[in-house]
């Protein structure tokens, strides 16, 4: 079984402060874990994603992530808000496609981010 | 522009009907996955497909069915309407299971 926790469903910063947003995930099998951004009335979007190798992921727009299996977190930051980084970011876990192409992916209920001018 | 191509981009009903929801995955991807987005459940996996064939299961009730068809692209049916079922669906394609594309989504309003 897998699942996702994102802590706090809201988070408000100032522009040009730290963010900060919270993900921890359970998993049976070392995981596959992703965030992903969605803007108003699109799609989600990869931000970046971790599968094996450097534990330190960067992703677009420069948000990075970092996975610690001992804390069984995958925390996404960037260091200076910008207005445009308004949006909702979903963590999501899962393990590796099996041979029969079998994959199940488990959201995170999201946390949408307001930026304040 | 994900590549991810979904039809209708809006769609309004009455209770009772069905409707059928349509995604063109990328060129080259052979899993899709369907997922409805609503305000009080959230982003939830209905169900995904590889290659032609059912593989895994999440929340999706008995009144919804899926496909995938030799030319990759998939069909979600929903039958039998309910006031509740209005949500976005989203359909994504992956290429090798890791990273999902989204498609930009059907909203589905049920009057």
């Known amino acids: 079984a897998q699942s996702v926790t994102q802590l706090g469903s809201h988070v408000s910063v100032s522009e040009g402060a730290l963010v900060l947003l919270r993900c921890n995930y359970s998993s049976s099998v070392p995981p596959y874990l992703f965030w992903y951004v969605q803007y108003p009335n699109q799609g989600l979007q990869l931000l970046l994603k971790y599968t094996t190798g450097a534990t ?17 977190s995958f925390h996404l930051t960037k260091p200076s808000a910008h207005m445009s980084d308004a949006a909702e970011y979903f963590c999501a876990v899962s393990r590796p496609m099996n041979s029969g192409g079998y994959q199940k992916v488990t959201f995170g209920t999201g946390t949408k981010l307001q930026v304040i001018p | 522009d994900s590549g991810v191509t979904q039809t ?3 769609l309004i009903t009455a209770t009772g009907q069905r409707v059928t929801l349509r995604c063109s995955p990328r060129s080259g991807d052979l899993s899709v996955y369907w997922y409805q987005q609503s305000l009080d459940q959230g982003l939830q996996f209905l169900i995904q497909y590889y290659n032609g064939e059912e593989r895994a299961k999440g929340n999706i009730l008995e009144r919804f069915s899926a496909q995938q068809f030799p030319d990759l692209h998939s069909e979600l049916n929903l039958s039998s309407l309910e006031l509740g079922d209005s949500a976005l669906y989203f359909c994504a394609s992956s290429p090798q299971g890791n990273e999902q594309f989204f498609g930009p989504g059907t909203r589905l309003t049920v009057l």
């Not at chain 1, 330190?56 to 069984?72: H, Q, R």
């Open chain 2, 8 to 10: 209708p981009k809006h």
């Open chain 1, 56 to 72: 330190l992921v960067k992703g677009i727009n420069g948000f990075e992530a970092e996975f610690k299996k001992s804390e069984t």
